[in-house]
C-alpha cells in the first residue's frame, strides 16, 4: 500500500496496465475445502498489501456459497463464486472454461493455485488458453512492486539451485505452490467481503466429459502431508526387514506416520506414495525423524517446513547435520530401539 502502485501504474503500457488484483483458486472437494487454499490466501494477502490491491478467492463448484465466509476470515477482500451442477465435479473443461470467462471479464494481474493433482490440471489449462506464463510447484512467492511483477521462485536443475521466474510480457502471472509450503494465516472471525456470482452458462449436454462415478481409493491414507510427527527412513536402514522393524517400530510406539527417502522407495522397501522431497511429498510436521538419510538437497527440499528434525546418522559429515536441530551420530539399529521404551512413556 502507499505510493507505490501509483507510480507502478505509469510504468506498465497497453493492456497489461489493465491488470489488477491476485487471486487464489479455491479448491473444494465435495464441499470441503483443500488446506491449500487457505495457506495460499495468507500468501496471496501479503503479495496483495504489496501491490496495494484486492486479494479474491474464486470458488468454483455445486452448492459451495456457504464456503464464502471461510474465505473472507482467512483473508480474502472478495470471492468470485460460481456455483453450478455442471460444476459439482472437477473436470478440466468445465473449470478452465468457467475460470478463462472470469479472468476475461475481471482482469486479475495474479493467480495463485495449489500443485495438487487438481490445480496442477487446471493452471496449466487456464495458462494455454489465455496465453501467458505459469510457474509451477513455487516455494517462495514475493513481489518487485516497481514492475509490479510476481517473483515466482521454485528448485531448479534437480534441487540444486533456487531459480526465480518472472512473466514480464503477459497477464495474469500465474504460479502454482505446493501444499504445506505457505503458512496459512490466523483467521480472523467475523471478518467479511463482498460476494460477485457469475452465471455459469454451460449446459451438461454439450461437455464433451462426463463423471460416471467415483470410486474411493481403498486402504490406508497415507496424507503424510497433515502428520505431526513422520518417522522417516533411508538406505542406511540397509533392507527391506530393517525399514520396517525400525521405522514402523518407532512410528507405532509414539503415534506417527512413516515417510521414505527416495533410496528406500527405490530399493522397493515401502511404496512411493510415502516418498518424502521434491519427487515426493513436501511435508512440515512438528517433528521429523531421519533416520538412515543422508540429507540429499532433493530430500531437504520437501522437509524444512518441519518445526523440529531429529536425524540418525553414522557419518558425522552427512548433509543432514547441517540442517537437523537435534543429530544423533550413531547406528539406527542400537539408537531407535533405546528411543523407543522412553518415548513410549511420554
Ligand atoms: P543415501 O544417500 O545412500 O544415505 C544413506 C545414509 O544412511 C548415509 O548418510 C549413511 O551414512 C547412513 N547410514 C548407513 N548405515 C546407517 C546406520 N546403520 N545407522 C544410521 N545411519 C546409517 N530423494 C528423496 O529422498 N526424495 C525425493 O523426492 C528425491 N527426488 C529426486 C529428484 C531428482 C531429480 C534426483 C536427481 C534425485 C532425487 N532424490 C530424491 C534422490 C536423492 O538425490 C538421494 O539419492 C536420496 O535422497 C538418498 O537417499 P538416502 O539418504 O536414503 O540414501
Not at 479455491?26 to 503479495?47: D, F, H, K
Request: proline share 4%; net charge neutral.
Amino acid at each position: 500500500k502507499g505510493e507505490a502502485p501509483v507510480e507502478v501504474a505509469a510504468e506498465l503500457t497497453g493492456d497489461l496496465a489493465r491488470y489488477r488484483g491476485v487471486w487464489v483458486f479455491i479448491e473444494q472437494r465435495e464441499g470441503e475445502i483443500v488446506p491449500v487454499s487457505l495457506e495460499l490466501l495468507g500468501a496471496g494477502r501479503q503479495l496483495a498489501d504489496k501491490l496495494g490491491v484486492e486479494l479474491a478467492g474464486v470458488l468454483l463448484g455445486d452448492k459451495v456459497c456457504g464456503l464464502s465466509d471461510r474465505l473472507y476470515e482467512y483473508g480474502a477482500d472478495k470471492v468470485y463464486l460460481a456455483d453450478h451442477p455442471v460444476l459439482r465435479y472437477y473436470r478440466t473443461e468445465t473449470y478452465m472454461k468457467v475460470f478463462v470467462k472470469l479472468v476475461q471479464q475481471y482482469l486479475p494481474e495474479i493467480i495463485l493455485m495449489g500443485a495438487t493433482t487438481t490445480g496442477r490440471d487446471l493452471a496449466g489449462a487456464v495458462a494455454t488458453e489465455l496465453s501467458t506464463g505459469l510457474t509451477a510447484d513455487c516455494t517462495v512467492l514475493d513481489i518487485d512492486p516497481k514492475q509490479r511483477l510476481l517473483l515466482a521462485t521454485r528448485p531448479a536443475f534437480g534441487g540444486n539451485i533456487m531459480a526465480t521466474i518472472v512473466c514480464k510480457n503477459h497477464r495474469p502471472q500465474m504460479a502454482t505452490v505446493r501444499p504445506k509450503v505457505m503458512k496459512m494465516a490466523k483467521p480472523v472471525p467475523g471478518r467479511r467481503g463482498q460476494l460477485v456470482t457469475w452465471q455459469v452458462d454451460l449446459k451438461e449436454e454439450d461437455l464433451l466429459t462426463r463423471v460416471v462415478e467415483i470410486v474411493k481409493e481403498r486402504g490406508e491414507q497415507v496424507n503424510l502431508q497433515e502428520a505431526e510427527i513422520i518417522v522417516a527412513g533411508g538406505r542406511g536402514l540397509g533392507d527391506r526387514e530393517g525399514f520396517r522393524k525400525i521405522c514402523f517400530g518407532l512410528a507405532e510406539a509414539i503415534g506417527a506416520r512413516v515417510g521414505a527417502s527416495r533410496a528406500a522407495v527405490e530399493a522397493g522397501w515401502i511404496e512411493q506414495k510415502y516418498q518424502v522431497g521434491q519427487t515426493g511429498v513436501t511435508v512440515a510436521p512438528k517433528i521429523y525423524f531421519a533416520l538412515g538419510i543422508s540429507g540429499a538437497i532433493q530430500h531437504l527440499v520437501g522437509i524444512r517446513g518441519s518445526d523440529i528434525i531429529i536425524a540418525v546418522n553414522t557419518d558425522p559429515d552427512a548433509p543432514i547435520f547441517k540442517e537437523c536441530t537435534y543429530g544423533i551420530v550413531g547406528d539406527v539399529f542400537q539408537v531407535v530401539p533405546a528411543l523407543i521404551e522412553p518415548l513410549k512413556e511420554l
